[in-house]
């Protein structure tokens, strides 16, 4: 497992930021989250939107801290 800096941190946390308000803008399209989907902050994000709407804190949790640590 490779160790995030705290720099790449702040990249990863800006880039869903920015992601969410895009996808928010998009109003949840298929197109929009098929290209959320193809990078780990837009899979970050995505898991955001997606605990909020089904409420699954605990699944969408790991699969934040997963892609937290893949990237």
């Given at each position: 497992?490779?160790?995030?800096?705290?720099?790449?941190?702040?990249?990863?946390?800006?880039?869903?930021?920015r992601?969410?308000?895009?996808?928010?803008?998009?109003?949840?399209?298929?197109?929009?989250?098929?290209?959320l989907?193809?990078?780990?902050?837009g899979?970050?994000?995505?898991?955001?939107?997606?605990?909020?709407?089904?409420?699954?804190?605990?699944?969408?949790?790991?699969?934040?801290?997963?892609?937290?640590?893949?990237?």
């Amino acid at each position: 497992m490779k160790t995030m800096t705290v720099m790449a941190f702040l990249v990863m946390l800006v880039a869903v930021i920015r992601q969410s308000i895009a996808l928010a803008v998009a109003r949840h399209s298929p197109l929009a989250q098929a290209q959320l989907a193809a990078t780990p902050s837009g899979r970050i994000a995505l898991h955001f939107v997606c605990a909020w709407r089904d409420h699954k804190f605990q699944w969408h949790g790991r699969g934040v801290v997963r892609e937290l640590f893949r990237a």
